[in-house]
C-alpha cells in the first residue's frame, strides 16, 4: 500500500572541475565535489545541493550517508519543518531542505519566496574572489576584475600587507572586502588590519581561528570584522557579540535555506551586519543562496564563476550582478 505523501529519494554526487586552482588559506582545489538530492512526490521532483566540508568535519562519504539515513522517514513522510529536528545543522541537511522547498514550489505551482513569503528577489551585486597567491599573482588577477564592482580577497599568510596593497593597485576603483580564513594570529592582527584599512577595505572575514578569536574583543577594530567559521546557525549567533560586526551565513553551515532565513532574521535583531555567502558549487547551490541573499549587506554567491563549467539552465551572471533563478533550475 502507498504511504500518503511518502517521499522517494535520490543522492548523486558529482565533480566540477575549478577554472583553474582555487586557493585559500588551509590549502588549494582543482575541483568541486558536491552532493545532490532529489526528492520526489508523484510526478513533482525538487533538488537541493551542498557541499561537504572538511574544515567542518565532513566528507562526501559522510555526508551521503547522513542522507541515505533519512530515507526511511521520508518514505514515511517527513515534512521540511520536522526536518530541522530530525537532522544537525550542515551541509546534509541543506541539500535535503533546499530540495524540499523546491519541491513544495513545484507541487503548488508557486516560487520558493512566495511560499516563504518575501518579496520578489532582484538581481544583485555579488563578491568575485581573488585566491590567495603572491602579491605580483593576485594583482594580475585583480586586475583582470577590475571592473567588477566588489572583489573578495583570499588571504591568510605572511605578507599579507604587499598581498592586499598590490591588489588595491590594480583595482583602484573596486570595493574590497578580505577573507583570511582564520589564517591570521593575535601578534599579527593588528597590522594586518591596519594594512586593510589602509587599502580601502570595508570588511574583513575570519581574522583569526575559531575559539581562539578572543583578542577581537580586546583591540579597536579600524574595520568591521565578520564571522565565518564561528557561526554557523542560530545558537552560535550570542558568541559573536563584541567580537563581531557581522556574520557570514552560508547554507552549507546554517543546514538549508528554513534555519538561514531565521538566523538573518536574528542576527539582524542583535545588531550584526548580514553577509550571504557560498562555498565553490554549481548554480544549483546558488539559487537558494540569493533568496537569503535579498536582506545581506554583502553578497558573495560567485561559486559558478569560479568553475570551467556550470549546469545548463545555471543561473545569469551579468558582470557584477547575478539574477535570480528560473524554475527549471531550482525554486
Known sequence: M???NATSLKVTVERWPIAGAFTISRGAKTEAVVVVVELGEGKARGRGECVPYARYGESTDNVTAQIEAMRPRLAAGLSRA?????MPPGAA????????????AKRAGRAVHELAGLPAPRPLTTAFTISLGTPETMAQAAAKAAQRALLKIKLGGDGDAARISAVRTAAPNAMLIVDANEGWTEDNLAANLEACAN???VLVEQPLPDGRDAALGRITRPIPVCADESAHDRSSLAALIGKYDAVNIKLDKTGGLTEALAMASEASRLGLTIMAGCMVATSLAMAPAVLLAQSARFVDLDGPLLLARDRPDRLIYRD????PSTPALWG
Not at 82 to 86: H, I, K, N, T, V
Not at 93 to 104: I, K, S, V
Request: with cysteine; proline share 4%; hydrophobic share 50%.
Open 82 to 86: 520536522a526536518l530541522q529536528e530530525a
Open 320 to 323: 557584477s550582478l547575478v539574477c
Open 93 to 104: 541537511r541543506n541539500a535535503l531542505d533546499c530540495a524540499f522547498w523546491d519541491l513544495e
Open 199 to 201: 587599502a580601502g577595505v
Open 2 to 4: 502507498d504511504i500518503p
